[in-house]
């Protein structure tokens, strides 16, 4: 039996005739369920052992969703991680969280006892001295030790990720241990249901804080000025204990836990609360467990559940890999443990906060990259960066030398939530490191955010402000040369060097001032700048390159291995220029294999990066081959990366390297199935959103497209590559007007209005308009195997 029998996810879209026009008619599916569209006529349904489907009753059409949770969770079952062994770091071990608390389960070094790792994205310190990742460093908070009877010796843990719900089996040397546990998806806690047998009837809890230290310590000499926090402050009882840190700069944070027995059975629930400058951390923990303690698990449970089972069903991704199955929802799981639109932005380590010199978020790559793969997945619940760039602008503007905060803004390369770094070195300078572009970096993934969903209020209120201000600050310092041509001078590309006309720097220029010139356009602004924008586009300096493909800049090519690809930001993710063109696609060739082909300093995020550069070439093969790279050689058994320390940003954007190689929207183009590996004869996609505003449904199935629906929700130009055997047919849904359109020779140019609603199919071929997960190849997932 494959994963995928017995719970098939069916859109019905079926005509009165299988020769005749399509008929209108559209559904779309409540939370819960995967969407799908149909037609009057001859309705499909599967029931029992058959598997979940939507169908349709003849005449006017009414939805029947007869998928359900149950659907759901069979489904999401295929790509659950599992441990048949002892986990004995965070890096191998199952892990939770809310966006804001945080948990990871694994052995304890010193005793064979099961940890469970507590941490949370707000708890850091408020001290000036050293910057961001010491005086303000994120801090560990402690553990919780399951203190058994005898020593573990094996464990069977499921992470149920349609629950984000960790459970099984705990066998000690003197008997064995049932465990259910998760950190509740809307309140500050974690719950811990135990089960023992009679051998580990006696088994409890003990609680060990950390040292309130930055973890960069280990790494750095101590700055002036740091001074020491005082020790924690713990109390313990028959039903629990707390944990109070208070910090030398004001406020704190505060562990509380308690634990409840009914007969064999015991809860613990705990919270972490952090505070500043006041000391209410405690009170705010003591509040939650105290109202956890009127609740029974399974109705704390059932809220837990009930706002992870309305984040799936956003869209839905089935490629043939189980393992690459897994990994992408996995990915979706993570993000959605790491951060919410109303948590900090997302940091290296997120909540799990590990031994790391980089206790803080990072702007050179740790943001851009984290935030991708929420954009066609359609969870902008999950914007955290949007709302912190709405909240600090102030900061960002300070960030800048004082000479230069009346027009510009900027960030440095590491801060914390508040966006307060070391001042940016301006460009030029011959001590420090002038890395400027950084804050422009995060505006272009903000814009992702804002061009996927097309709301202009953030265009208005948030990117176009921001950005006359970044690239603000880059107007003071470019200057014309002997060539007429207008040149920066000496900037730093991330992870490589500092060199003048750097092509990290031009590229986002570039990419800025072409936004703010379309921004105002579109916002009606009459601002008195676009002149000097469009002046820079006219006679910016062309990006510096040679046989070998694109420098870093000037005066500086690319000599030696370079895990970064800050130095090809005009081609991935700005999409400044156009591989689709003969010259584009030549110069990103060369580019690729200059970059990749040289071995020693690669990095994971070297394959995401070259994966989805491969997917602009529409090579598929090699795109998947990078994604293996990736798995093989860089992520741990929970999909978890280090390289000094956790570095969340590489898998979370290798889920958009899986994007890009099934859909791809920039440029004003959709492009479906642009670059699928050949061994994938089948994948389906629904309700992936694309730039535009577009809600794109697709099935390729024997190798060949055989559908494609796109659903405006903006109104905007529709252009689309259907990556189906021409002639076209074109339908409308919905109810709507026939759709008219333009065959641009394998480009189809649509007429499509705010809630149209097409069906794209190959003229004379009337494909099974279903959409279903595909079979799987039985590669190995994630997690510890026996």
Known sequence: MTRWQGHRLEAIMRGISRRGLLGAAAGTV???????????????????????????????????????????????????????????????????????????????????????????????????????????????????????????????????????????????????????????????????????????????????????????????????????????????????????????????????WRVTRTGAVSVLVASVAASHPDRTAYATAERTVRAAAGRTVGESAGEHRQWWHRFYPRSFVSVPDDRTQSFYWIQLYKMASATRADRPVVSTSAQWLQPTPWPGTGWNRTVPLSYWLIHASGHGELDSLTATLRRCRDALVADVPAAYRGDSAGIGRASQDDLRTAEVVVPGSVTGTPEVGNLTWALHTAWLAYRHGMADGVLREVLYPLLRKAIGFYLHFLTEGGDGRLHLPATYSPEYATTTDCNYDLALLTWGCRTLLDATDRLGVDDPLRPRWRDVLDRLVEPPQGADGLWIGATRRLTSSHPHYSHLLWFHPLHL?????????????????????????????TYTGAASMSALLGDGDRAFGYLGELFDRHLTPNTMYAESGPALETPLSGARSLHDMLLQSWGGVLRIFPA??????????????????????????????????????????CRVVPGLARPYRVQALAGGDPVGYRDLGGMLELDLPRGGDVLLTTAGVDPDLVIAPVAGNGTPGWGLPT
Request: hydrophobic share 40%.
């Open 676 to 717: 699928v590996p050949s061994g994938w004869a089948d994948v389906t996609v629904h309700d992936l959103s694309a730039e535009g505003g577009f809600r794109v449904s697709a099935v390729r199935s024997a190798g060949r497209t055989r559908f494609v629906r796109i659903r405006s929700t903006a109104g905007e130009p």
């Open 30 to 256: 409540a939370a819960g369920t995967a969407a799908a569209t149909a037609v009057p006529g001859e309705a499909r349904a599967t029931t029992g052992d058959a598997g979940p489907s939507l169908s349709f009753d003849a005449g006017p059409p009414r939805l029947h969703d007869t998928m359900g949770d149950a659907g759901w969770a069979r489904f999401l079952a295929g790509a659950d991680p599992r441990w048949r062994r002892l986990p004995g770091t965070f890096y191998e071990g199952p892990f939770l969280g809310n966006g804001g608390l945080g948990a990871a389960v694994y052995r304890q070094a010193t005793r064979r006892a099961l940890l469970v790792e507590l941490g949370d994205n707000r708890v850091r310190d408020h001290q000036e001295a050293g910057g961001p990742l010491f005086g303000g460093a994120r801090l560990r908070v402690g553990h919780l030790a399951l203190v058994t009877v005898g020593e573990v010796t094996a464990v069977d843990l499921r992470l149920s990720l349609w629950d984000a719900e960790l459970s099984g089996t705990v066998t000690t040397t003197a008997g064995s241990v049932g465990l259910r546990c998760f950190v509740h998806a809307t309140r500050d806690l974690l719950v811990v249901e135990l089960r023992p047998d009679a051998g580990e009837r006696s088994a409890s809890w003990s609680f060990t804080p950390y040292p309130a230290e930055s973890p960069r310590l280990a790494y750095q000499p101590r700055p002036d000025g740091l001074v020491d926090n005082p020790e924690p402050v713990a109390g313990f009882d028959a039903s629990g204990g707390s944990c109070v840190q208070d910090l030398a700069a004001g406020g704190g944070h505060a562990t509380v």
């Open 577 to 605: 220029l156009d591989p689709t063109d003969s010259t584009g696609r030549d110069l990103l060739q060369r580019s690729l294999n200059q970059w990749v082909g040289r071995a020693g300093a690669r990095q994971g995020h």
